[in-house]
Structures are given as C-alpha cells and as structure tokens.
C-alpha cells in the first residue's frame, strides 16, 4: 500500500532514526496502513529512554483522576496550543475534546471566540486564565488563583489546571521548534477519537490501532 507521503520536519537525522519502542511501533503501522502519522511520534521515538517517561506523565496529568473532567483537560490543552498558534497541537486535542465531550461544535465556537461560546462561565475562566499563564506569565499573581476560587474552583482544579497549560506550553515549543507538521482534518479526527479512547500510554495506543486495523507485526512493544 502506497505511504501519504507527509513533509519532513527540521530534524531529518531525528526523524529517520526511531529507536525501537511502542512509538516506533505506532509510525511503522500507520504507514504500513497508508495512513499519515503524527510526526511527534519521531520525536518520541528518537530517545524512548527518556520520553516514555513523558508519555506516562501527560497520562497521569490528562486522564488520571482530577476534579475537572479529561474532556475539560483536553480543552484547556486545546486552548493553551491555539493561543501558542501551534497548529499541530490544537488540531490535534481540538479533536481529542471534541470526541470526549461530545461536540466538534463547542470546541471550535471555544477558539473562535471564548466569550460567545456556549461554554459554562466558570469552565471559561480556566480557559482565561490558561490564556494568561501563557501570555503574561510575569503578571500571574494570586489574585488570578483567588477569582477561579471565587467561582467555586479548589485548589486542586487550580492545580491540574496549571499542570495542563505548563505541560501544553512545553509541547508547543517542542513540536513548533522541531517542525511537526499538523496532518489532513481527517487523519487528526482519526488520532484525535483513538488518543481519547486508549489515552497517552503508547503501548495502549498501538493495541488500539491493532484492534481495528489489519494485524501487522511490531518490533519491540513491551
């Protein structure tokens, strides 16, 4: 089957060398599928040794238990990246939200215009403050932490609230910085219901994509 062929990010020597891992894995299958891949994967797999440990903490901060829903988190994410202007980022959890809270609608009225969406007002608080953690980090002091409480928010929702937008700022700059390449509306749409059904564990993502693709051999899922 004939590979979409996708444009190459700005590291060729990184992306040509996947060491053997779940996220090497994951490329090999979606191309053997035909199917355009998340470039990010490469970035993953160049040094699994030191990024699995990534994949099991963005695991635990977006889908292990929080007061604020793993749909919320994906929205926060979401917004974070499209205030970045990462396309590939807030393409991709753009799609990831709108599968977990059920409505491609409300995510994209969100980042056309915050305010006139149909978003409760509390919810778009935590987007406001996301946008100004990423804006104007100096000016965050603790009256920004005082008005999410006086909205009924603990401080345990400030807390992952912060964990989602610091984690998002890091994936922006490395996505961006590297030259990933958002993909096809299509293909986000597919990874984006994928990621929200097996979440960020690469191993759990590859035995998605075995349950509804033909069966491919891997090389060093464990």
């Not at 590291?11 to 035909?34: C, F, H, M, W």
């Not at 984006?192 to 993502?205: F, V």
Request: proline fraction near 6%; glycine fraction near 6%.
């Amino acid at each position: 089957m004939k590979v979409i062929e996708q444009s190459p990010t700005y590291l060729p020597e990184v992306e040509a060398n996947p060491q053997p891992s779940p996220y090497a894995d994951l490329i090999r299958v979606t191309k053997a599928a035909g199917r355009e891949h998340w470039q990010i994967w490469n970035l993953f797999a160049f040094r699994p040794e030191v990024t699995s440990h990534l994949a099991s903490f963005t695991e635990g901060v977006m889908r292990g238990p929080a007061p604020i829903s793993g749909g919320l988190r994906e929205l926060i994410a979401t917004y974070t990246s499209w205030t970045n202007e990462c396309e590939f980022c807030w393409r991709s959890h753009a799609a990831v939200a709108a599968e977990m809270l059920g409505s491609e609608e409300l995510v994209h009225s969100v980042l056309e215009n915050l305010e006139s969406s149909p978003l409760p007002d509390a919810e778009k608080a935590l987007l406001r403050f996301a946008e100004k953690m990423t804006k104007h980090l100096p000016e965050m002091d603790e009256a920004d932490v005082a008005q999410l409480r006086n909205l009924g928010w603990n401080d345990e929702t400030v807390y992952y609230t912060i964990l989602v937008v610091s984690l998002f700022n890091f994936y922006n700059r490395w996505v961006t910085t590297s030259g990933v390449h958002p993909v096809s509306e299509e293909a986000h749409r597919v990874h984006g219901k994928r990621l929200a059904i097996n979440g960020y564990e690469p191993k759990n993502r590859l035995a998605g994509i075995q349950k509804t693709d033909a069966p491919v051999a891997t090389s060093g899922a464990r």
